[in-house]
């Protein structure tokens, strides 16, 4: 009988562990980010992150067009690829991390930045010349995300996926 007491103990200390973490109050609450160069040419992406969708779609940004002609755009209009190259944001105050990706590599790394409930905006360049090839905007807003991309010259594929169930606890 005496040995019920400890187990009890120790299971209330479990439950309530759980349900700290599930609440989002402790644990590491970042997006990873893996991105998969299957190019031959060298591959910059850059994270930004932002507080909702409105934020996303107004963010400024300066590009050079393909006419070699500078101009300011904003997100929405970054939706296709080719059209611009060194993309540079110009907001002040938005949290911004780059990775370079060299060809046939595989970089990972954490959005520093995120808050639980941000979003993550996307965009990755091409070569030295810059040129602009995706944007996205992961819109997921809860802990333990995962976020990967191939980067390749046909535009590459991405896919994220949020947290569900317990799995992202031991991060």
């Known amino acids: 009988m005496a040995l019920r007491r400890p187990v009890r103990a120790g299971a209330v200390v479990l439950l309530f562990s759980v349900l700290l973490v599930g609440s989002g109050l402790i644990g590491t609450p970042e997006p990873t980010v893996a991105l998969e160069n ?6 910059y992406v850059t994270a930004y992150t932002v507080a909702d969708q409105d934020a996303a779609g107004f963010l400024n940004f300066e590009v050079t067009t393909e006419e070699g002609e500078q101009r ?12 611009y190259h060194n993309v540079t944001l110009v907001d002040d105050g938005i949290d911004t991390q780059s990775f370079v990706v060299e060809p046939d590599e595989t970089v990972s790394g954490t959005i520093e930045a995120w808050s639980h409930g941000d979003m993550t905006v996307y965009i990755a360049e091409r070569g030295s010349e810059r040129e602009h090839t995706t944007s996205r905007v992961v819109t997921c807003g809860s802990r333990g995300q995962s976020h990967s991309f191939t980067l390749e010259e046909s535009g590459g594929g991405s896919s994220s996926s949020c947290a569900g169930g317990f799995g992202w606890i031991a991060r």
Not at 38 to 43: A, G, L, M, P, W
Not at 76 to 83: N, R
Request: hydrophobic letters at 30%; zero cysteines; charged letters at 35%.
């Open 38 to 43: 299957e190019d031959t040419d060298t591959y």
């Open 72 to 83: 300011l755009v904003t997100y929405e209009e970054l939706v296709w690829p080719g059209e």
